[in-house]
């Protein structure tokens, strides 16, 4: 079994940062990219910012130049910092993994799957 747990969540005024933190755990036997999206009430899930296991980002325009993500892979951990945060950030965070479980490799089954995490409100607001 592969567990995605998310914390950081929380609520601060505009201006203000926050840090998620998405730690995976479990069988895994390979880590690819990981990442997070946000999803508002009546919207589509977006992706926010994403990282390959070689440390390529890309983000949404609508955050670049205020969040940063970055992994430790010795953790299987990813990470977002954001920064200058503003009230339409707003949302529901989830991150995601795409990896491959020893489970998948058993069964022989070569490519890797998307896991979730249980996601985390942020709320910027004053």
């Known amino acids: 079994q592969v567990q995605l747990v998310e914390s950081g969540g929380g609520l601060v005024q505009p201006g203000g940062s926050l840090r998620l933190s998405c730690a995976a755990s479990?069988?895994?036997?390979?880590?690819?990219?990981m990442g997070w999206y946000r999803q508002t009430p009546g919207k589509q899930r977006e992706l926010v910012a994403r990282?390959?296991?070689?440390?390529?980002?890309n983000y949404v325009d609508s955050v670049k130049g205020r969040f940063t993500i970055s992994r430790d892979n010795a953790k299987n951990t990813v990470y977002l910092q954001m920064n200058s945060l503003k009230p339409e950030d707003t949302a529901v965070y989830y991150c995601y993994a795409a990896l491959l479980s020893h489970s998948a490799v058993e069964s022989g089954t070569y490519s890797p799957s998307n896991y979730w995490g249980q996601g985390t409100q942020v709320t910027v607001s004053s």
């Open positions: 479990g069988s895994i036997f390979s880590m690819n990219a």
């Open positions: 990282i390959t296991d070689g440390g390529s980002t």
